[in-house]
């Protein structure tokens, strides 16, 4: 690869000699500042200046050396430890040459162009060499249209290569995604941002941190055209730029903002402006918007300049802070955002306050900071979001059946690619040949998806004595890491950890497996670290650990520089890179020394909950303070949390979280998404001090019943917490009748009626197969197929007659509730009678309702939402 690299940076540079003596800056001051910012950032990145900068000792042209000096200026720590200057340079180059080829390229204004082309990182993806492969694909396939013809046209490329998929928060760089044909919304938006730009066209990743009438968050993109910003949706084409699924729900959103790459520099609006980067505010672009004012207060009435001000949102049953604006010298913080509910907290050190308020009636809020963590409290909060409005007109029938049309043909593109994967006989075959579990080597194979041949291959190049553990490594990473590791890192895992398989350790076969053996600390890209870290520590050093780990925190204490500030994309950085680059921020660091003590054979984990580093001897957990935290020299409190609920059993971040008090703010504890109450053991081992537990029942996209309760852990104290979710006491409204006569046709010609269908109540759920909002309802249901199962109600789903669902096969959906049926609803007949009888001229879709035997329509929920599943059991109970 650094061999092509050269080689494509010389052909480049060759290419772009006619304009060698050009200033990719013009603006002068603006240079002269990228130049003094990037002479900083060579001090800080010192340990790795042979690999980054000797590039520059090259022969570059003034553009050239230009772009890589705005790009080291700016880039974060992880960028700076864990890749190489003659990467970037090949990099910079493509969008060089797209600037030079492309029509629009010497239209783009030199800010826009620094800003949103030339940064080959999006947001926390991995990066890889997408440009410098996909340059001629996407350039051939826009040939000849212009910049908004382009734009559309790379989001079919895109579709035809991707489609949605959720998967865990590691973002996959855009290969990746492309290996695997699919992404959740953080990765199709950095993919389509990555494929915009390599056509030289301004782009950029638009995000709303968390939805206010759902428990989710969205990311999308927006393109520069002409001096404007337009959006749309990433491998999700619209006929028409300014269009998306989401379109209505970032209608009721309470933040929307991207983040700008280098030295702020004319941009509107922005919330944070850091000497690397900007996050502007895009909120009013997409919803009715509202600037409100807080006033910080201490105790003595006096103004408080930089304390922190978080606007927080009820989101995942927890407040999460949408942003953090602190004071400006008159003590106030202000913030556009929605017409919805928030919670404010501001903080000054340890002292702090809060409230609750409703934006639509506010304009100014003044707290004082007198509050201290209270050791006990309870409190409740009905939180509302902004309103659903009159839906905006969409595009004409004609163009939205053309587009359809080309969707199903992006479909069949992408299925083509998806074919030429191992089939699960091959797979079986293959897991015969090696004498190994079929089912097991079939589901690691198939859930590989693009990446099956580094899977197999490294299975079959694992020595017969080693198979059984080369398999049990593959059980221990994520899905993801299935799809995108190549088999070397794999194989120096599994080759670098025999060592220590059968060394007559202290701990059992468990403990060696998830807490040596795995690649996996935390949400961090997996790469080749155990043979580095091992062979880079003193030999000493290595035999000392084993029977005292302690060593090592003092071996990072002397070795590894915390700056938390540089690293703002938050990527971690890798162990590898850490190691070189000796600077790293606090969890870069603290995955490093977990990394280490594996390397060494030592057991380390991150601990559930509070994420604090930890190390395993003499048959218990040892937590790890480094240099730069203070020690908590104390006996653990213990917690025990129960709830007597049957319907819904509370789930962490979706019914509850726990968070503890540190620095003037309530911090969550990290516990596994969906996780029941009744999986979290007896107790839960804490740190003592003050927390805060958060419950909330979303009563229907508008409404929130939420609590509060505020307690206190001693050490060595057992302490029980019951958990208890608010009912909605309100009786449930008919909001509409259907004729329970009318019938459906199933998928043999034959008819059936409503009525025959009903029992236990009726769910018809109208579905695009193709859209993101469809597909988290498929998502959802199983995770209530149980309750769902057990009220016993039919779901009818229905598809519209279109051309775009021609590919969908619901025999691939798995987990939906046993009395499910596929229907098309010809001519939208029966739709048109449910918008008659709830009196709505047209209803995005998904479109869903609960009929009740009788026919009354008790329940309506239509476009995007997420946790449909308990909202049914909620309504049929």
Wanted: hydrophobic share 35%; net charge negative.
């Amino acid at each position: 690869m650094r061999k092509y690299l050269l080689s494509f940076a010389a052909c480049v540079a060759i290419l772009l000699s006619s304009c060698s003596n050009d200033h990719l800056i013009i603006d002068k001051s603006y240079r002269q500042k990228v130049k003094s910012d990037f002479n900083q950032r060579k001090n800080l990145a010192d340990n790795r200046k042979d690999k980054l900068f000797s590039v520059l000792d090259n022969e570059l042209n003034a553009t050239q050396r230009e772009a890589l000096e705005f790009l080291f200026a700016y880039m974060p720590l992880s960028d700076l430890a864990d890749y190489s200057g003659e990467f970037f340079l090949a990099n910079a180059d493509v969008a060089l040459r797209a600037r030079v080829e492309q029509k629009w390229g010497r239209s783009i204004p030199e800010k826009i162009f620094l800003h949103y082309v030339l940064p080959l990182r999006v947001n926390n993806e991995n990066l890889d060499s997408f440009r410098i492969v996909y340059y001629d694909e996407i350039s051939s396939r826009i040939e000849g249209l212009n910049a908004r013809e382009a734009a559309l046209e790379i989001n079919h490329w895109c579709h035809e290569k991707v489609t949605y998929q959720p998967a865990d928060i590691r973002t996959s760089g855009p290969m990746s995604t492309i290996l695997s044909a699919r992404g959740r919304c953080g990765e199709e938006s950095t993919f389509t941002v990555a494929a915009l730009r390599t056509a030289g066209l301004p782009a950029r990743q638009v995000y709303t941190p968390r939805w206010a009438h759902s428990d989710d968050n969205h990311a999308w993109v927006e393109v520069w055209i002409d001096g404007s910003w337009f959006y749309s949706g990433a491998c999700e084409p619209e006929p028409v730029l300014d269009r998306g699924w989401f379109t209505e729900p970032a209608r009721r959103a309470m933040l929307v903002h991207t983040k700008s790459f280098g030295a702020p520099s004319g941009e509107n609006n922005i919330i944070t402006s850091g000497r690397n980067f900007s996050i502007i505010n895009n909120l009013s672009k997409y919803a009715t918007t509202k600037r409100i004012f807080v006033r910080v207060l201490n105790k003595e009435s006096e103004t408080i300049q930089n304390a922190r001000v978080e606007y927080q949102l009820y989101n995942y049953a927890e407040f999460y802070p949408l942003a953090v604006v602190p004071t400006d010298k008159n003590g106030i913080s202000s913030f556009e955002t929605g017409l919805g509910d928030l919670m404010i907290w501001a903080h000054n050190g340890a002292d702090f306050n809060y409230s609750k308020i409703s934006v639509n009636e506010i304009d100014t809020l003044t707290l004082v900071l007198d509050r201290k963590p209270a050791p006990e409290g309870y409190f409740e909060y009905d939180l509302g979001v902004p309103v659903t409005r009159t839906p905006l007109p969409g595009p004409s029938e004609e163009v939205i059946k053309a587009n359809s049309e080309r969707l199903d043909y992006g479909n069949k593109k992408r299925e083509s690619y998806i074919d030429t994967w191992m089939k699960p006989d091959e797979a079986t075959e293959l897991a015969k040949s090696l004498e190994l579990d079929t089912t097991v080597i079939k589901d690691f194979i198939m859930r590989s998806m693009g990446n099956f041949e580094a899977v197999a291959s490294f299975l079959k190049n694992s020595t017969p004595e080693n198979r059984a553990l080369a398999v049990k490594l593959l059980t221990l990473v994520a899905d993801k890491d299935l799809r995108d590791t190549p088999e070397r890192i794999f194989a120096d895992h599994l080759n670098n950890t025999l060592r220590y398989e059968n060394s007559g350790s202290s701990y059992d076969t468990e403990t060696f497996y998830n807490y040596v053996l795995n690649p996996r600390v935390a949400n961090e890209l997996i790469v080749a670290w155990r043979k580095y870290l091992f062979d880079n520590a003193d030999v000493g050093l290595r035999q000392q650990a084993i029977d005292d780990p302690s060593l090592l925190i003092d071996y990072v204490n002397k070795r590894i520089s915390v700056n938390d500030s540089e690293n703002y994309y938050m990527t971690p950085i890798t162990p590898v890179g850490v190691d070189q680059l000796k600077v790293a921020d606090r969890f870069s660091r603290d995955i490093y020394f977990v990394a280490l003590c594996r390397a060494l054979g030592i057991p380390s984990r991150l601990e559930k909950g509070s994420n604090r580093p930890q190390y395993f001897r003499k048959n218990k957990w040892h937590d790890v303070y480094f240099a730069d935290e203070e020690y908590i020299q104390t006996e653990k409190g213990y917690l025990k949390i129960f709830s007597k609920e049957i319907q819904p059993v509370p789930e962490y971040y979706i019914h509850f979280t726990i968070a503890r008090f540190e620095n003037g703010r309530y911090n969550t504890l990290e516990y596994d998404i969906n996780r029941r109450i009744d999986n979290f053991g007896k107790e839960l081992e804490l740190l003592p001090g003050h927390y805060m537990l958060v419950t909330g029942n979303r009563i229907n996209d508008s409404k929130i019943l939420s609590s509060v309760t505020f307690f206190e852990l001693l050490g060595n104290e057992h302490k029980t917490i019951e958990v208890v979710l608010r009912k909605d006491e309100s009786p449930l409204k008919v909001l509409g009748k259907l004729d329970i006569k009318s019938e459906i046709t199933l998928s043999d010609g034959s008819k059936k009626r409503l009525e025959d269908l009903t029992g236990n109540g009726l769910v018809l759920t109208w579905i695009e197969p193709d859209k993101e909002p469809t597909k988290h309802i498929f998502n959802d249901l199983p995770l209530m197929k149980t309750e769902i199962d057990k009220w016993g109600g039919w779901f009818v789903f229905l598809l519209p007659p279109s051309e775009g669902t021609n590919e969908f096969n619901p025999a691939g959906l798995t987990g939906l509730p046993a009395k499910s049926i596929f229907v098309s609803d010809t001519d939208s007949e029966l739709f048109q009678k449910i918008c008659g009888a709830l009196s709505c001229s047209s209803a995005r879709l998904p479109f869903m309702i609960i009929v009740n035997d009788e026919g009354e329509i008790v329940f309506r929920s239509e476009g995007y939402t997420i946790g449909i599943g308990e909202q049914i059991i909620k309504t049929a109970q």
